[in-house]
């Protein structure tokens, strides 16, 4: 129940394109059915197709939007602190830049993508793929890839450097294949200090991210 | 933890991130370009020389980087060590200045100002961080290397209808930025704030208050809706410690009648201290102004002799179809002189630069005829000056205006407030030129036409090579030979230019950067491809 696609339907959360976005869309969807789909007209009442438009909505809200249990002061702590966030994130202008800024964060994630991305190996964020090049003049520089094409590369290297580079310049490019965020988090700390950086994290809003208008980024119907 | 322990390893010293001093700040532009206009001067000259008149013609564009969403873009590229700093309203793009590839990019999320509304003019640089300002008049900064905002501070309030748009000015600490918009009865101010903490040092405000020294230019009420916008980058002279500002129109713009005398400190130029925000010294070119020729345009510092005698000069081509000579120590008035033909509302400057009026030829209610027209005879796209040929160089428009007056009363909350207009007259006569002055005696040596070009378009840049790049609004970028004007070189961007040129060299090629309405461009001389990488 946690909105991931299923055998013979798409994802109701995540980044799928065309989401029906608005309360009134998935009322309609859920009451009409999608023609020349397997997604049928539900025939409840409608009171009932309400509540499982809020339970969408709810599934898709951000973190922020969510009661995450824990102490979020104690979290912050344990951020700066044994979790040693700040050495790769920034958050409200302080801390490190090699992975992304974590200012707005609760804004911008649901409360389970949060939690995978503490506890399990996810896809690499585009912009922070670990890299490690080797120039035909014999420097070694890592980091991370913040682009890449056919013919350049640019990297920010673990001192906060940029290093662009043509590729003709370089002799050897090999690209990490897992992400630099740790994900032992759940088992490095405490099952309360864990939480308590849930929590924290969740909390972590400096302004919401665009809400879309009624009707705006719709599927045409 | 062994994991969290081995990525700890790796790194995470102090920034060794590129770090621009107050010493390379004052520099004039060499590899790098980290200002507006180039240097504090704002005299657009670069030192590079790769690019010259004897090679120009196998000028190639290198790369084209498409910003998405972008259209009308105004920004001036900075490039810091191979990095390029470009933007558009509330957006900033970080790009590898060889190749245009992305490094990184921020938006800036609006609470409720449109997010699109320009233009934005471009970036400041010091130490590690970038700056720029918001169309819900924020000014930010941002780690250079990463484009993590580090703090924001809150200039104006947008309630109120004001934005900020021009590239800031960054100098000894200090982050300069000004706001708009002067044609909505905002009164103008300028507002210093730590480059290190974003903590607000001081503000200049463009019209005096009640009691205060030029508060009896205004009558009435008047100065409460009063305009006077710091729309564009100014400049700075180290050795005098002194800002140079050009202070925008009077509010409202073609009615003078609310607003009898002089109206301090528009259509001015003021001298700052850096240190403190007071006033050293004012020239007001357009007294009194009804045309909306805010007298914004930049101010260009050159130290050279006049009248036998070196002196520390402020040149400046104003809107209202005047080329000022002044003492930027004193703010003296030295020399004055037409700088289009189509000037019909002063017949000269007397002796202190005030304009020798023609009477009658103002607003009205019917409606009269007034050279420049509110367009100007020059506007906010930069001029330039180079050294080696002694000539100032900048855009000039030929064209007058159908100018009215109506009595349309002020709105708070950010509505028009100009009390007239004028219908620009497109006859044979409206032309755009790039024209070349004596510095000292606005003497014309020679001008090109932009043929095609319904407006102004964008501003210029010198090179030592001995060549002045000039982007048209017909989309044409043009290389003219600096001491004939004659084209040397053209290339058909596709697109409307509305912005300034630049120049930078990174692993020793000169690179030209230029914003078009959707695109910035980085051209270089051709050379043979190597092979392909991929």
Redesign the interface.
Known sequence: MDGAEGERAPALVGDRRFFRLSENALFDTIKNGIPGTAMPALGLPDDDIWRIVVFIRAMRASASDVDVPGDAEHGAAVFSGKGECLKCHMLLGKGGIIGPDLSNIGAQMTLQHLRESLTQARPIPIGYRPVKVVTRSGETVEGIAKNEDGFSIQILDFHDKLHLYDKSELRQIVHGTTSLMPHNYDQALSPGEYQDLVAMLAHQVTVKVHVKEQGEGEVGR | ?K??AL??L????S????QITDKQLEQSPDSDWLHYNGGYSSQRHSGLDQIKLSNVGSLVSKWVYHVPGGGGLQCVPIVV???MYITQPNEIYAL????G????QYHH?L?KAPDREGPNRGVAVFE?KVYFTTTDSFVIAL?A??G????QSKIAEASEGYHSSAAPLVAKGKVLVGVIYGDRGLNGFLVAFDARTGERLWQFDSIPKPGEPGSESWAGDSWKHAGGATWLTGSYDPELNLLYWAIGNPSPDFNGDVRQGDNLYTDSMVALDLNTGKMKWHFQFTPHDVMDWDGAEIPVLVDAPFDGKMRKLLVQADRNGFYYVLDRETGQFLHGSKLARQVNWATGLTEQGRPILVPGIEPSLKGTKVCPSSTGATNWMSPTYNPQTGLFYFVALEGCGLATKNTEQFRPGGFQYRGGGDVLLKDDTWKVYVRALELTTGKQVWEQERVGSGSLGGGLLSAAGGVIFSGELNGEFVALNARTGQPVWHFNTGQPINSQPMTYMVDGKQYVGLTASSDVFGFTLFEPE?????
């Not at chain 2, 993590?148 to 703090?151: I, P, S, T």
């Open positions: 933890m994991r969290l990525i700890f790796l790194g995470f010293a920034s060794l991130c590129a060590d191979s990095v590898d200045s060889r190749s590839r992305l490094i990184w999320i609470a590690d780690n290397a990463s993590n905002v580090l703090w190597k092979a392909a990488a991929k």
